[in-house]
């Protein structure tokens, strides 16, 4: 990608698209944090070299029109803390005449931060009149929101039609990382996927069959490979449309001399709520009016001694209902072990990145993803159109 440190930046009026996309709370209070802080190297880079910062975000779904409920004005006074105190303005709007006077009044190493892309339909259209509108702001684009990069909207890609475009420091280092996971990982390689549906990451496992050397499976989607296997998952989850799938990867892992495990034993409840009563099984035991809401010890401890001897692990997903203590177990152990273990490991964004979080063990993961769905697509292999307009 196009490297911005060589970039005069001096004076320069640098437009800048971050994945300020954080939890919120009806207060206003920031839940996370984390995004922001992502986007710390590639702000004060272009701060230090005397740029005029002018930044745009989306946050949430606001569809196309105003909704206080979704502003962004909020987040210019934390990021003044983030930044020590560096002038950080906040515009009420992001195209228009108010923003280019904001613009047009800044003094070097000052930071606008514009209101959400996404109260104008043209943001997620990729509309070419938006799309200048927004460029007009700006001398240089960069592009930091790894996360919104699989995204071809105006801020994503439309910009970059009309300005010299340049990936961030975020968003150099996710493409990076990920790419040396897939294209040279060091044997053994592994990924482990959870979550809900199979359906969401079909492409995904079926392009890490072709790279990986192991699979374990859990979350909700282990469910339609059990039953594909002929096992009774009882009330739980599972993609009837997809066990001909799900059995063609199975087979596909086979032919490949790819070990995609599978659970042994299983937590079970009669319903997914803070009071239910669990109960552990081994898969051939889920009685009918059960769901399987978990993986088991046995099936956690057969996992963990895989993890120990990997030497590269992507992760996605977690392995049961983890909003709920008495089905975490199987995600708090997982991410455990990806702690303890000496692999480059690397968690895909999303749920998973938070159950990092909540257990603080950031520190000893190798790299955490900014992106869900970004990184799922980038490791699916398909190219990323805010990556592409970046030069890569």
């Known amino acids: 990608m196009r490297n911005l440190r060589d970039v005069e930046l001096d004076g320069k009026r640098v437009l800048m698209r971050v994945d300020f996309n954080v939890p919120i ?21 272009v701060l230090a070299h005397n740029g005029k910062l002018i930044l745009m975000s989306h946050l949430g779904r606001p569809k196309g029109k105003p909704n206080p409920e979704y502003s962004l004005k909020e987040l210019a006074p934390h990021l003044k803390k983030l930044l020590n105190g560096t002038v950080v303005n906040f515009a009420e709007d ?24 996404r109260f104008h339909a043209g943001e997620e259209e990729n509309d070419a009149d938006f799309s200048r509108q927004l460029a007009a702001l700006g001398d ?12 071809a909207h105006a801020s994503t890609v439309g910009v970059a039609d009309y300005l010299p475009a340049y990936a961030g420091f975020l968003m150099e280092a996710e493409v ?22 199979i359906i969401d990451k079909l492409g995904l496992i079926g392009n890490l069959l072709e790279k990986m050397d192991i699979i374990l499976i859990g979350g909700g989607m282990a469910n339609t490979f059990l039953k594909a296997q002929g096992k009774n998952v009882g009330k739980s989850l599972f993609e009837e449309e997809l066990l001909n799938e799900a059995s063609r990867l199975l087979d596909k892992a086979k032919q490949k001399n790819v070990r995609l495990l599978l659970p ?13 009563d669990t109960v552990v099984v081994g898969v051939d035991e889920v009685p009918e009016e059960m769901m399987i809401l978990d993986i088991g010890p ?45 692999a480059v490991s690397v968690i895909a964004g999303g749920d998973t990145a938070v159950i990092a979080h909540d257990l603080r063990l950031e520190d000893k993961i190798t790299h955490i993803s900014t992106g869900g769905g970004a990184t799922l697509e980038f490791l699916e292999g398909i190219k990323l159109p805010g990556v592409v307009a970046c030069g890569d």
Request: with cysteine; net charge negative; glycine share 8%.
């Open 25 to 45: 709370d009806k207060q206003g209070n920031i839940l996370d944090d984390g995004k922001m802080r992502g986007a710390l190297s590639t702000i004060e880079h």
């Open 94 to 117: 992001c195209v228009g005449p108010e923003v280019e006077e904001k613009v047009n009044n800044m003094k070097p190493g000052e930071v606008l931060l514009l209101e959400n892309l």
């Open 140 to 151: 240089i684009y960069i592009n930091d929101a790894f996360g919104s990069a699989h995204r």
């Open 176 to 197: 990076k990382m990920i790419k040396s996971v897939v294209e040279s990982p060091e044997r053994p390689r592994m990924a482990i996927m959870g979550g809900a549906k």
């Open 264 to 276: 042994v034993d299983v937590v079970i409840a009669g319903e997914i709520s803070a009071a239910a």
């Open 298 to 342: 046995r099936t956690i401890e057969i996992y963990r001694e895989e993890i120990n001897q990997a030497k590269t692990i992507i992760w996605n997903g977690p392995m049961g209902v983890y909003e709920y203590e008495q089905f975490a177990r199987g995600s708090k152990e997982i991410t455990q072990a990806m702690a303890n273990a000496s």
